[in-house]
């Protein structure tokens, strides 16, 4: 290549490089802030739309607590269904996450680290299709999910979407904007039902982005109620289990809650849900600091159950104390508390 020929080459690679950093600080430059629907005690609530796609935005709302210093760096939590975790007063069913209160309880008490929470609104339409592990299609009988494409998921299964949006949209913005650190091992997913399975498969997909996640009453039927039975068991929970006998991260790597309830929809998890453990088992995890799965007795599917419990996976993720980092009965009190 003679210097000629050298130097159009540079100057191509110029332009193209202006023109994706000025697409990307663009979309970054969209996002504004807007009005919170959600009231808090404690600590701080403030509310963005950002550019999801081409023709709609995604709220976020994003918690800081009441001692917010910008001159420390805090670790990052994601929570799916945002509208549900700080304000009862405006959810649909009147109950809420009590992110809030918990997460200042945890915090003024020097029992986990310093951390943020963002809460990612879901969108109602398409949540199933943004919150099922569109990954593991793969593995299932197509003749069975083509009849899911319409009843169920809108014609499009959207969960690849959905996190590559978290991790290169919202992760930028958010550690652009807030004190938090870059490191994957203080990044993490939360999420219950549904959005514990997109919080696994998150972990699974994204390793190098996330350091843990936190699945409460995780879905293991991966249908709706009606729909659930050996059919179901046969052509999706298997075959989802092979995909993560296939793809899940070391245990080494990352940090793993998993739970479920008792009562009302979660009492009909026990076989779909043993497959599950089944399948950790057999990919190494093993309970201790950087796997915990609990059955919470006389809990039910809903905001209040995971409410009550929360602390859990929080001081699971976060915990602050190496002394209490290490697989030993102590360990398990002071996680687990009276569940």
Known sequence: MDMRHFNRFLLI????????LGVFAQRRFEAKQISNDQSVSKG??????LPF???????VAIWVPDNFDPNKTYATIYMHDGQMLFDATVTWNKKEWRVDETCDSLMSNNIT???????????????YAEFFPQGAVAYMDTAYTNQLLNTLWNGA??????????????IPFVEDQYPVSHKREDRFLIGSSMGG???LYGLTEKPNTFGGAACLSIHTPMINFQLMGDDAMNAMVLPYNQYLKNEL???RKVKLYIDRGTETLDAYYGPYHEVLLKTLGNKGYELGPNYLTLICQKTAHDEV???????????????????VKRPSKHFYKFVKGPF
């Open 249 to 251: 991260p070391s245990p």
């Open 197 to 199: 399975l997109i919080s």
């Open 113 to 127: 680290r310093p951390f943020i929470v963002v809460g990612i609104y879901n969108d109602p339409t398409n949540r």
């Open 305 to 323: 159950s995971w409410a009550n419990r929360l602390a859990i996976p929080m001081k699971f993720l976060l915990i602050n104390d190496p002394a």
């Open 44 to 49: 701080k609530l403030t509310s963005y739309l």
């Open 157 to 170: 299964l959207r969960a690849d979407y959905y996190i590559h949006w978290i991790t290169h949209d919202l």
């Open 13 to 20: 690679l110029f332009m193209f490089t202006c023109v994706n």
């Open 53 to 59: 796609n081409d023709t709609c935005s995604r709220q």
